[in-house]
């Protein structure tokens, strides 16, 4: 077990798309929040996905991201996604991925390191 790894990150257009990625063993087992960081220290929520799929968002990027995770028996299962598209300047951010799970090493809360995304008008 070990601290969450986010990748996928980078810098695009506006109205381009990155897909980001957060993996770690056992993370089936998780709902996993996806955060972001603003330029100006602010962390805000962006979306939450359960472990049944389901899917939720802040109201300013709802119709633009896109969470997901990896199908189960597959090398993916414990990978969870943020599909980004139409991508404003406004979602420049570090994003990280979180959970609070038992993944093997008893009932904690894990963070990833963040990945930058820049978006340029």
């Known amino acids: 077990q070990g601290r969450l790894v986010e990748s996928g990150g980078g810098s695009a257009q506006a109205g381009g798309s990155l897909r980001l990625s957060c993996t770690a063993f056992?993370?089936?087992?998780?709902?996993v929040d996806w955060y972001r960081q603003t330029t100006y220290g602010v962390r805000e929520w962006v979306s939450k996905?359960?472990?049944?799929?389901?899917?939720?968002?802040?109201?300013d990027v709802i119709g633009r991201f896109t969470a997901s995770r990896g199908r189960i028996f597959d090398p993916t299962q414990d990978t969870v996604y943020l599909q980004t598209t139409d991508l404003k300047p406004e979602d420049t951010a570090t994003y990280s991925c979180?959970?609070?799970?038992?993944?093997?090493?008893?009932?904690?809360?894990?963070w990833g390191q963040g990945t930058q995304v820049i978006v340029s008008p």
């Open positions: 979180s959970t609070s799970c038992d993944m093997g090493g008893g009932w904690r809360t894990y």
């Open positions: 056992n993370l089936k087992l998780c709902d």
């Open positions: 996905i359960t472990i049944k799929n389901e899917a939720t968002y802040r109201d």
